[in-house]
Structure formats: C-alpha cells, structure tokens
C-alpha cells in the first residue's frame, strides 16, 4: 500500500496547518528530550519566532544505557502538550511501548517510532491502527526494504499517514555517529508515495555537520528535515555534543532559509 506503483500521486500529511509532501521543505526542531516546562518553552519559543509550527522532544528515551537518563516518560508527553499550547504549535514524541499509545494520543500529534523499533512489529501495528501521523525512523541496520516493509505495517493497519525518517546508518565509518544514507532519499520517494524526512542530527552525531546535510537533504528532494536544538546543550541530559544552542539555531535557520519561503 505504501508503493508508488498503487498509488503514483504523493501523499501528503497534514500536521498544524502544514502539509507535509507539498513540494516545500518543512522543519521539526526541538530537544533531544523533554528536561523540564522551562527547557521545553525556551526552544518552543524561538521556533515560535521562526514561524515554526513542529515541536520535537523525546520523553520515552530508548538509551543505549539503562544507567543513563530514560526521559520523562508520561509527565514528559504532558509538559510537551502543555507547552504545545500555550505556543500553538504540534509536538511529535517517540512511544516505545505500544501498550502506551492510547494514552499518548491524547498528548502528542505525531506518533514517532525510533530507529531501534522499526522492525518492533506490535509498536508498528499499534500506531497503525490510531488516527494520528506517525513519523517512522529508518533503522540503524535497515535496509531501504525493510524500512519500508515497516511503513507497510502501519498503512496496513489503516493508518497511511506516514512520513519516512533517513536517519543515517551504521557503517564501518566512525567519522559520524551513523553515515547519512542521503540516496535513500531520492529512492524512497521513487518507491514510494511518502513523505520523506532526513534527520541531521543523529545521523551525523556532529554539530559542525547539521547545516550542510540539511543542505545536502532539502537538494536532493527530502521533504523535511529534524534537528535537535537545546537552550544550554553543554548540560543536557542526552546528545550533547549535537544539539545546537539557540544562537546555532538561528545561524542554522537563516542559512538553511536564504532564499526559501516558508508556506
Ligand atoms: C530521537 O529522534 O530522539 C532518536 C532517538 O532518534 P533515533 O531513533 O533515530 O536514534
Ligand atoms: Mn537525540
């Protein structure tokens, strides 16, 4: 049902007032997770200011750890709806546990799904079977078939408002946190009728590297693209060496922006 081959015109999914896969670039911003209300309205405000209207932030943190920080879990989807409206903005937060999408829905507007559970079939069918966008990550080992075998679990289900996540993969190259498959773009977007989405912050790990992939994404045909962005990344509680400060933010936004309209 995802192919391109069923259904030849492009999807688009409607988030906020923006609509995702119309041809212009859309922007996802936001901490890598939900630290308090304070952390969260500080970055809401500044994509606010931009005209933004897509809020990230993870409270069910799927760490490679479990002595590290496990995010907020259900009070942290709360102070995301809280500060979503206040700011008008739409929030999007990863669920882990399908058990916990019920509850989810009713404080978030899309529903991610992480690398690590891409091929986590129950989650997959979960967020299938609910009325609201998933936004679903490429795995870290996935192939592009695999990848979307898993948005073929969702739409099964009912649900076809999908939009596709490149977020790099894991490759002998240490360089970068993953390697930006970045012609997993142009060849999701022939498979298939989804949107498609690159996320630059965890595919490179890298700050230094935000902006040109960004480039390099929005060039090569992605329709959107996530970053992390963080008031003070130095103390946050997870990936600080890539979350961008709010002055990064606004260099990153401009640059990306130069000549663009926003719609
Ligand atoms: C995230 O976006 O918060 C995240 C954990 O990303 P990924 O699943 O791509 O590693
Ligand atoms: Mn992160």
Avoid: W
């Amino acid at each position: 049902l995802v192919s391109r081959k069923k259904k030849p015109e492009d999807t688009i999914v409607n988030i906020n007032g923006e609509a995702i896969g119309d041809g212009n670039p859309h922007f996802v911003f936001g901490p890598c997770a939900v630290e308090s209300y304070e952390q969260v309205a500080e970055v809401a405000k500044a994509v606010k200011a931009k005209g933004l209207k897509l809020l990230r932030g993870g409270a069910f943190k799927p760490r490679t750890s479990p002595y590290d920080f496990q995010g907020l879990g259900m009070e942290g989807l709360k102070i995301l709806k809280k500060v979503a409206d206040e700011y008008g903005l739409a929030v999007i937060s990863e669920i882990v546990n399908p058990a916990d999408i019920e509850q989810a829905v009713e404080y978030i507007d899309v529903i991610q799904i992480g690398a690590r559970n891409m091929q986590n079939f129950e989650l997959l069918k979960a967020a299938g079977a609910v009325k609201k966008p998933v936004l679903l990550k490429r795995g870290l080992s996935a192939t592009i078939e695999e990848f979307i075998n898993a948005a073929e679990y969702i739409i099964s289900q009912g649900n076809g408002d999908i939009i596709l996540c490149e977020r790099g993969i894991r490759t002998y190259e240490k360089a970068t946190r993953n390697t930006l498959d970045i012609s997993a773009v142009p060849i999701l977007k022939q498979e298939t009728h989804l949107p498609v989405f690159v996320d630059v912050t965890h595919s490179t790990g890298r700050r230094d590297l935000l902006l040109p992939t960004a480039k390099a994404a929005l060039a090569i045909g992605a329709d959107g693209v996530m970053a992390e962005v963080h008031p003070d990344p130095a103390v946050a509680l997870s990936d600080s060496a890539q979350q961008m400060d709010l002055d990064q933010f606004d260099t990153f936004y401009n640059e990306v922006f130069k000549g663009r309209t926003i719609t």
